[in-house]
């Protein structure tokens, strides 16, 4: 496989294990959010739920065997309540959008526009949980040289 090739399997499959944790994620939002928000709740798990299965099948035509989901994953904080789950909600879609990013960068043709597609959706996703946006979503201000290794969100 060349290098090219090669970077954007990795890439591929850290896009795959950051909709696992997505879903996952999702799993503990829907638990807690206010009733209010359940259907936006719904909506973005069954979203990234698609892109997973979307992912697996992308990954299986390079070749290659898919990332599996991890049984559990840490959350990156407590979420007892519905304002925790929104905040929550919100820190998924920004680390799914920084994957994407990753993706766009290493892809090409049919599959970076649709990674390009899948970060507008998680960045508009993470602006309405959050009320705020960013002006370049999926981009993290990296300190030093780039090592070239897609990021993979715990969750």
Not at 57 to 71: F, L, N, Q, W
Not at 81 to 86: E, G, K, Q, T
């Amino acid at each position: 496989m060349s290098e090219a090739k090669d970077r954007e399997l990795r890439a591929l499959q850290a896009a795959l294990a950051a909709e696992h944790a997505a879903v996952y994620g999702y799993g503990v939002v829907g638990g807690r959010i206010a009733g209010d928000r359940r259907a936006e709740a719904r909506s973005a798990y069954d979203a990234h739920r698609a892109r997973r299965d979307a992912l697996v099948r992308e990954v299986k035509d390079m070749g290659a065997d898919p990332v599996a989901a991890a049984a559990g994953y840490a959350l990156p904080f407590q979420v007892p309540d519905p304002a925790a789950a929104v905040r929550l909600a919100a820190e998924l879609e920004s680390r799914v959008a920084a994957v994407y990013s990753d993706l766009v960068r290493a892809g090409g043709g049919e599959r970076r526009r649709a990674a390009a597609e899948a970060l507008r959706e998680a960045a508009v996703r993470a602006v309405r949980w959050s009320g705020e946006s960013v002006a370049f979503p999926g981009l993290v201000e990296r300190a030093g040289p780039s090592s070239g290794t897609p990021s993979v969100p715990a969750v």
